[in-house]
């Protein structure tokens, strides 16, 4: 079992910035991509940003050159630094570790995954 804690949601203006952090513990597969989904309401959850083992990115195409998601693997955690946030990004932000393919994270077993309990990011207008 994996167990993932969540923290930095909350509110902020239009164009302001957070950071979401989530920190892994328990039996976490060696070869993995930890990442960050958001669901909207009433909408199916979505990729934001996931990062592999070896350090590897990927970014949904509505977050490119505004999030960026770095991971420390000694401590096991993950982070999302959110800038120029607008009002579409407002949404409950889910972390998710799952089991890789390899380091670089070509590919990865979503029947694996494990998530976070969400953390709410409200962006006013």
């Known amino acids: 079992q994996v167990q993932l804690v969540e923290s930095g949601g909350g509110l902020v203006q239009t164009g302001g910035s957070l950071r979401l952090s989530c920190t892994a513990s328990?039996?976490?597969?060696?070869?993995?991509?930890m990442g960050w989904y958001r669901q909207h309401p009433g909408k199916e959850r979505e990729l934001v940003a996931v990062?592999?083992?070896?350090?590897?990115?990927n970014y949904a195409d509505s977050v490119k050159g505004r999030f960026t998601i770095s991971r420390d693997n000694a401590k096991n955690s993950v982070y999302l630094q959110m800038n120029s946030l607008k009002p579409e990004d407002t949404a409950v932000y889910y972390c998710?570790?799952?089991?890789?393919?390899?380091?670089?994270?070509?590919?990865?077993?979503?029947?694996?995954?494990?998530w976070g309990q969400g953390t709410q990011v409200t962006v006013s207008s």
């Open positions: 998710n570790l799952a089991r890789a393919a390899d380091p670089l994270g070509s590919a990865w077993y979503p029947g694996t995954a494990y």
């Open positions: 328990g039996s976490i597969f060696s070869i993995n991509v």
């Open positions: 990062i592999s083992s070896g350090g590897n990115p």
